[in-house]
């Protein structure tokens, strides 16, 4: 079988009369529990080091180690939606979710605790694109929007949620509740997919390729712990840069080698696709700034203005939440006006955003930080499920998989780029501050020294923010080349 084959003559699934409903709310039941899950510890840790007795750096690994798996395993998520069907990929990722879940709720050690993690992971990286691709699949474009807002509800609530609800669990039940918690859900989700969950997917049953794999995982694994690393330690360490030439190097390798392959595990030939093309920049950007964003303001909330855990994801809550809330809203906006009415004002929204974050001081009142956080997140609500509509909708069918992959990928590996970079911009604004102080050991000082980081920081997301604001004008509503031969016909 060849790429020409499979692009001409795909093994379709018939779709006619296909219920759209429980099959959407099977995959938001799944996306809820997963991504719940990804900050459901964030309250936990000082906890957990408690527990097993163990340093910061690492009880770190739990996060580390659950970007890293979900980096590496995404890409091959293009090859295994072709081999299997949406049943078997979905049931699969959340019964290895409930697997990861029990070994954590039960781990008596934190190496065990570890690995339930990384099982985790490893179904939520299967699940993410499984989302996506099911809905390119099963809606015609100009009806998308709506179905990608309501998984955009899920993708910003569940998160939003998660702090609060483990500061919750934790000030009045042991940590082990917080997966406890999980588990019902989970095996629910599995009980409601394998009843209502239909395949949707074309099965091509490409060559694998075990050599494309082991580089995508060296590259793609290189680049997201180098950063990962860099961002809580120094960009000195043998261990960071190392990684990220090692990964750097392969994912040159990885490249060329999908661009010379007939039938490549993730095929780049989606590249060719302006719109897509474009839209991935776009998010590439935006990612770096929303992630580093999410991470610095808790710094100041708690190491500034001496917020707790659980006050400060409160405080971060309302934006969140209101979030989720126009996630849908956009969407359905998105299906009548197009992207072009949403992003550029959301994109401003951001950049206005930003621009309120570099005026924090160890003055800053709750409120503004309050609305300086709902007004960046309703920018970004705006932006990113528009964004991504309007980049696969350009893509033919054949081409779903691989889109889906390329974006969830490249969006994790911005994530970790974006939290290193911002946080060794505010370490370094930190200590030329302090190096300049007469008295750099007060701890008012300190304080000043950190804000004086935050506002370098910020200063860089602001420009980093209007360079995504000029790629959003350039954006508009697109088709794909087989829906245009249709219509032509």
């Known amino acids: 079988m060849n790429s020409a084959s499979m692009d001409s003559k795909p093994a379709s699934v018939d779709l006619s009369g296909i219920k759209r409903g429980p099959i959407i709310t099977a995959l938001i039941i799944g996306a809820f529990v997963a991504i719940l899950n990804e900050t459901l510890l964030s309250n936990a840790l000082p906890d957990l080091m408690r527990e097993f007795g163990i340093e910061l750096s690492t009880i770190q690994w739990l996060s580390t180690a659950y970007m890293l798996v979900i980096g590496v395993l995404v890409p091959v998520t293009a090859l295994l939606q072709q081999w299997f069907t949406t049943r078997q990929m979905f049931l699969s990722a959340m019964i290895l979710f409930l697997v990861g879940t029990l070994v954590c709720a039960l781990s008596p050690t934190f190496g065990m605790l570890l690995v339930g993690r990384i099982i985790q992971a490893m179904g939520t990286g299967l699940l993410l694109p499984i989302m996506m691709n099911t809905i390119l699949a099963i809606y015609p474009p100009e009806k998308r929007g709506g179905a990608m807002g309501l998984m955009g509800l899920v993708i910003m609530s569940a998160p939003a949620i998660g702090p609060t609800l483990s500061g919750v669990i934790i000030d009045s039940l042991d940590w082990r509740w917080l997966f406890y918690l999980v588990l019902p859900l989970s095996a629910f989700s599995i009980y409601f997919a394998a009843v209502y969950l239909k395949n949707v997917s074309d099965l091509t049953r490409p060559k694998v390729d075990i050599l494309s794999i082991l580089i995508s995982t060296i590259g793609f ?145 709750t409120s503004y930080i309050i609305t300086s956080h709902i007004i960046m997140l309703v920018g970004i609500s705006l932006v990113m499920m528009p964004a991504q509509t309007t980049g696969l909708n350009q893509l033919p069918r054949h081409l779903y998989p691989h889109g889906t992959a390329i974006l969830n990928t490249l969006q994790q590996v911005a994530g970790a780029v974006g939290t290193a970079l911002f946080i060794s911009i505010m370490a370094s604004g930190t200590k030329k501050y302090l190096s300049e102080s007469s008295d750099p050991t007060a701890p008012a000082e300190a304080a000043n020294g950190l804000v004086a980081g935050l506002q370098s920081a910020f200063l860089v997301g602001f420009i980093v923010a209007l360079i995504a604001l000029v790629l959003g004008f350039f954006l508009k509503r697109t088709k794909a080349p087989d829906e245009e031969e249709k219509q032509a016909a």
């Open 221 to 365: 694994g290189g680049i997201v712990y180098g950063f990962s690393k860099a961002g809580g330690g120094s960009w000195s360490d043998p261990e960071v840069y190392w990684t990220i030439i090692i990964g750097s190097v392969s994912l040159v390798l990885f490249v060329w080698r999908q661009l010379k392959m007939e039938e490549p595990l993730l095929d780049l030939r989606a590249f060719k696709f302006p719109m897509f093309t474009l839209v991935v920049i776009l998010l590439l950007v935006l990612m770096m700034t929303m992630f580093s964003t999410l991470t610095l303001l808790p710094q100041f909330l708690q190491s500034v203005l001496l917020m707790t855990a659980l006050k400060s994801g409160l405080v971060m809550m309302p934006g969140s939440i209101l979030n989720g809330i126009m996630a849908p809203v956009s969407g359905v906006l998105f299906d009548k006006f197009g992207p072009r009415v949403l992003v550029v004002p959301g994109l401003v929204l951001v950049v206005g955003a930003l621009g309120m974050f570099m005026g924090i001081d160890t003055d800053t009142s």
